[in-house]
């Protein structure tokens, strides 16, 4: 199922680049009827011509883009959070713990980074045995009780285990591409009411042409902001089954389901990292950073969200 809805991503920007060339030829091919109305028709076969013409280069441009965006995540991630490796003597206590459930697992101990924040949170990231890690914040080390700390590290070394990291980074590669490729449209569409056609205040000749270019570019924003929504659902769709399957795989781990449950608990008062603004990586954390707006936002933010309800989660942890 993973593996189906990691295939949607390529799927959707591909179909939508179908759905764009359509709809501008259904638009550009028109003619006039006896009662004087246009009437556009749909060339599917110069739509297919275009699409595959078009395929290589959306399939290299997105490819290059992707590569480059999926190996340097470790960076990224690490500096959006403000991590830092930690040493062992610096908190032997926290190394220890992770040792012990990797050898319960059987699984490689995985670096280990900290977050230097009084707030509550961790999560895990990382693509292969080499960039795997686990991060803290000082908060979370500080404030709980070893089963509690065994339980969330539990959790996140269960997102290693069953490869969730490199899933999830996939996913958020895709849209983040999807999203800076829309926001780009947006910002020309902008551009061009604002100034003009290269800055001439639309006036003059290019009338016609002007109306083209602006049609052409509204038509690439919709599809921009449908692929958008789709691999945003895809997301969701991997992400918050995941989360369940990593707090019974860290219950599995540490013994005891409520002391994750007493874990989640604390960390849901506390989750805090305002520094963290990027989405992309706010999501990976084990419980999200963000406190949501009351109101038709917590309702939208609900909805679309990466994680399911802490309530609940700690509900399914108490009765296991």
């Given amino acids: 199922m993973s593996i189906l809805l990691l295939l949607a991503f390529p799927c959707i920007m591909l179909g939508m680049v179908w759905v764009f060339l359509a709809i501008i030829s259904w638009l550009g091919t028109g003619y006039y009827n006896e009662y004087g109305e246009v009437v556009h028709q749909l060339d599917i076969d110069a739509v297919n011509y275009y699409f595959m013409n078009a395929v290589p280069w959306v399939v290299g441009g997105v490819g290059i883009w992707f590569c480059i965006a999926y190996f340097a995540n470790v960076s990224m991630v690490k500096a959006a959070t403000g991590a830092r490796t930690l040493e062992r003597r610096e908190n032997p ?15 490689d101990m995985p670096k280990i980074n900290v977050v230097d924040d009084p707030q509550l949170n961790a999560f895990a990231s990382g693509i292969n045995k080499d960039t795997y890690t686990v991060t803290v914040t000082t908060g979370l080390m500080d404030m709980l009780t070893d089963e509690e700390l065994a ?56 009338k016609g ?10 038509v690439g924003a919709v599809c921009c902001a449908i692929a ?34 007493s874990a989640l608990r604390k960390i849901s008062g506390r989750p805090g990292l305002q520094n963290v603004e990027r989405e992309d990586v706010a999501q990976l954390f084990i419980i999200h950073p963000h406190k949501f707006a009351s109101g038709i936002q917590n309702f939208l933010n609900s909805m679309f969200a990466t994680h399911p309800d802490t309530e609940k989660r700690i509900a399914f942890l108490e009765q296991l």
């Fill in 151 to 206: 339980g969330v590290l539990g959790h996140e070394l269960t997102h290693i285990r069953n490869r969730d990291t490199r899933l999830l980074i996939t996913s958020i590669v895709f849209v983040g591409i999807v999203s800076t490729i829309m926001s780009i449209v947006v910002r020309m569409l902008f551009n061009y009411f604002l100034w003009g056609d290269s800055g001439s205040s639309r006036r003059d000749n290019g």
């Fill in 228 to 261: 958008y929504f789709f691999t945003l659902l895809t997301r969701f769709a991997i992400s918050r089954k995941r989360e369940y399957m990593a707090d019974a795989g860290g219950a599995e781990l540490c013994g005891n389901p409520l002391a994750l449950a």
């Fill in 93 to 107: 206590r926290v190394y220890n713990i992770v040792e012990n459930l990797c050898m319960t697992c059987g699984m």
């Fill in 209 to 218: 042409g002007g109306v083209s270019m602006i049609v052409i570019m509204l």
